[in-house]
Each structure stands twice: as structure tokens, then as C-alpha cells.
Nanobody, 125 residues
Framework: QVQLVESGGGLVQPGGSLRLSCAAS????????MGWYRQAPGSQAPGNQR????????????NYADSVKGRFTISRDNAKNTVYLQMNSLKPEDTAVYYC??????????????WGQGTQVTVSS
């Protein structure tokens, strides 16, 4: 089995910063893309879908949602199977549950799409 465990969420004032971490563990052969998604309360997205925040490939290429460009930075430590999301200049509209996602090749179960349990980020004064 492959598991993702997130940490680093919490309550922060507008303009503040938080750093999220997500560590993958288990029978991992390799990890391809890793990313962060979020789901806001009462989201109007179809089916209340999770919104892509940022994604990073195994080679380090990144892509961001327009709403977070210039404020958030995604990075990863391949030796630790960990992905990070540094969030600066946070706004109330960033309030959401943030989920980690990884495209994983497992030793025993082949290619897997894994999600973390989610971590709450609340931006409020």
C-alpha cells in the first residue's frame, strides 16, 4: 500500500504564510507528478470538485493555478518522497481543505493515484 500524510495546515491572518508538507510512504517504486488541490466550503465547482492549486513533475517542472501564481511555491524532495507547498500572502479566499495527490508506481500494485486525507487552511482575521 501507498499512503500520503499531510501536515502544516492551520489558522493564519490575511497576508500571512503557511507551509504544507505531504510525505508518501509504502511500497513505492517511483513517484511521477505530485500536486496540491483544494476544496472550499460551498464550492460552486461541478460536483464540488477539487481545484488544482499546483503540480510538480518528477523532473521539477511546475504549474500553478492563476489565482496562486506569485504567492505559492511547490517543491519536492525526491529522496524523502515529500512534496511541499509554501503559501505566502494568503487571502481569505484561499480558505479550503488542501489535499495532496501523487501518481505513484507501486512495487506490487502497479500505477496508483493516491490522495492524502486533507488538511484545513483557514485565512481569517
Amino acid at each position: 500500500q501507498v499512503q500520503l500524510v499531510e501536515s502544516g495546515g492551520g489558522l493564519v491572518q490575511p497576508g500571512g504564510s503557511l507551509r504544507l508538507s505531504c510525505a508518501a510512504s509504502g511500497s513505492i517504486a517511483s513517484i511521477y507528478a505530485m500536486g496540491w488541490y483544494r476544496q472550499a466550503p460551498g464550492s460552486q465547482a461541478p460536483g464540488n470538485q477539487r481545484e488544482l492549486v499546483a503540480i510538480i513533475t518528477s523532473g521539477g517542472r511546475t504549474n500553478y493555478a492563476d489565482s496562486v501564481k506569485g504567492r505559492f511555491t511547490i517543491s519536492r524532495d525526491n529522496a524523502k518522497n515529500t512534496v511541499y507547498l509554501q503559501m505566502n500572502s494568503l487571502k481569505p479566499e484561499d480558505t479550503a481543505v488542501y489535499y495532496c495527490n501523487a501518481d505513484v508506481s507501486s512495487h506490487f500494485a502497479g500505477r496508483l493515484d493516491r490522495w492524502g486525507q486533507g488538511t484545513q487552511v483557514t485565512v481569517s482575521s
